[in-house]
């Protein structure tokens, strides 16, 4: 019986070991568990951590870092004289802020620069073109007291008729020298009623011998209708417009090849002549600027001030001048004049 009972008991010991082996085995199962996850937990945001700095790095280099670095470099370009450099226009609110309020001073620096410029140019007009116009004058006084003196009773009429053309062609010369002059100052017009025929032979007579040397045919509209029909007329400023027709004409015939033609076309539409200039030349190298002082020129002693002076006559008569290159080569001036400019325009 005691046997027994310590047998039962061995058992029992036995039995309860084997659980406390299996209960460890499993603990011990569950420990290694939770270090692998420990081990995971603790390496995972480091992990994470290293993209996340990539990421971060990127974006502010592209957001913040170059942005700014173009502001930069815009003040640098703008301080260093490059006025039509622009800082970049960022989708960051402070710095697109900063960047139009760069682009903004530059501008009116620019601005501020060719006003600079242009005033220089005409503080330096200011000086020569008097000067130039006081030893043209001399000259023309003299050549037109030579031709009264020689223009005597006695004289056949092929010389006297030459003689009247000297003396008319130095007061046109005269008048042309006083709106040069003009031309530094505001441009008051003295309006009258004139043939825009009489215009046009106006501006062509002083360039009769150039035309000659270059062997130019000089193509002229139809005046029989428009002078028939009593449409030639225009109320305007005959000198000032026949200055401009013989700029635009001294430029056509320079432009155009020996042998070459030049065409002036007059047409009517509504209450605006279309007077149009079209030669055979190269097409112009630059696109003329209405509020230049001066323009590229071409010319060997050119000075530049034709085409800025015909801008300014035009702006004074109301009155649109347009240049366009031609399909067939060369260049086709174009003034759209009012038939009657009113008195109140100025």
């Known amino acids: 019986m005691e046997a027994g009972l310590f047998k039962h008991y061995e058992n029992l010991l036995s039995h309860t070991e084997s659980l406390l082996n299996q209960k460890q085995q499993e603990l011990d199962e569950k420990l290694k568990e939770s270090r692998r996850k420990s081990t995971l937990l603790l390496f995972t945001p480091f992990i994470l951590a290293i993209p996340l700095l990539i990421l971060s790095r990127l974006f502010l280099k592209r957001a913040i870092v170059r942005p700014i670095e173009g502001v930069l470099k815009a003040t640098t370009e703008i301080s260093a004289g490059h006025l039509t450099h622009r800082a970049?226009?960022?989708?960051?609110?402070?710095?697109?802020?900063?960047?139009?309020a760069i682009n903004e001073m530059a501008d009116k620096?620019?601005?501020t620069q060719k006003n600079l410029i242009r005033s220089e140019k005409q503080a330096a007009q200011g000086l020569l073109?008097?000067?130039?116009?006081?030893?043209?004058?001399?000259?023309?006084?003299?050549?037109?007291?030579?031709?009264?003196?020689?223009?005597?009773?006695g004289i056949d009429e092929e010389t006297c008729e030459s003689l009247h053309g000297i003396i008319n062609t130095v007061d046109r010369l005269e008048r042309w020298t006083g709106a040069l002059l003009a031309y530094l100052h505001p441009l008051k017009p003295q309006l009258s009623q004139v043939s825009i025929k009489d215009i046009v032979d106006g501006a062509i007579a002083p360039l009769q011998q150039k035309l000659a040397a270059k062997t130019l045919t000089l193509t002229?509209?139809?005046?029989?209708?428009?002078?028939?029909?009593?449409?030639?007329?225009?109320?305007?400023?005959?000198?000032?417009?026949?200055?401009?027709?013989?700029?635009?004409?001294?430029n056509a015939a320079d432009a155009t090849q020996k042998n070459g033609?030049?065409?002036?076309?007059?047409?009517?539409?509504?209450?605006?002549?279309?007077?149009?200039?079209?030669?055979?030349?190269?097409?112009?190298?630059?696109?003329?600027?209405?509020s230049a002082v001066s323009a590229p020129t071409t010319k060997r002693f050119g000075t530049g001030i034709g085409i800025p002076f015909s801008f300014k006559v035009c702006d004074s008569l109301n009155a649109k001048l347009t240049f366009s290159d031609r399909p067939d080569g060369g260049t086709m001036v174009r003034i759209t004049l009012p038939k009657h400019l009113e008195q109140s325009h100025h």
């Open 261 to 290: 033609i030049i065409e002036i076309m007059v047409k009517i539409i509504g209450d605006k002549f279309i007077v149009s200039i079209l030669d055979q030349g190269n097409s112009m190298p630059f696109t003329p600027d209405p």
């Open 129 to 153: 073109v008097p000067m130039l116009a006081h030893n043209i004058r001399n000259p023309l006084a003299s050549i037109r007291a030579t031709a009264q003196v020689m223009l005597t009773p």
């Open 220 to 250: 002229l509209p139809d005046w029989s209708a428009l002078v028939r029909a009593k449409q030639d007329q225009i109320f305007t400023d005959q000198h000032l417009l026949e200055q401009v027709l013989y700029n635009l004409l001294l």
């Open 88 to 100: 970049p226009d960022e989708r960051i609110n402070e710095l697109a802020t900063l960047s139009n």
């Open 109 to 111: 620096l620019q601005a």
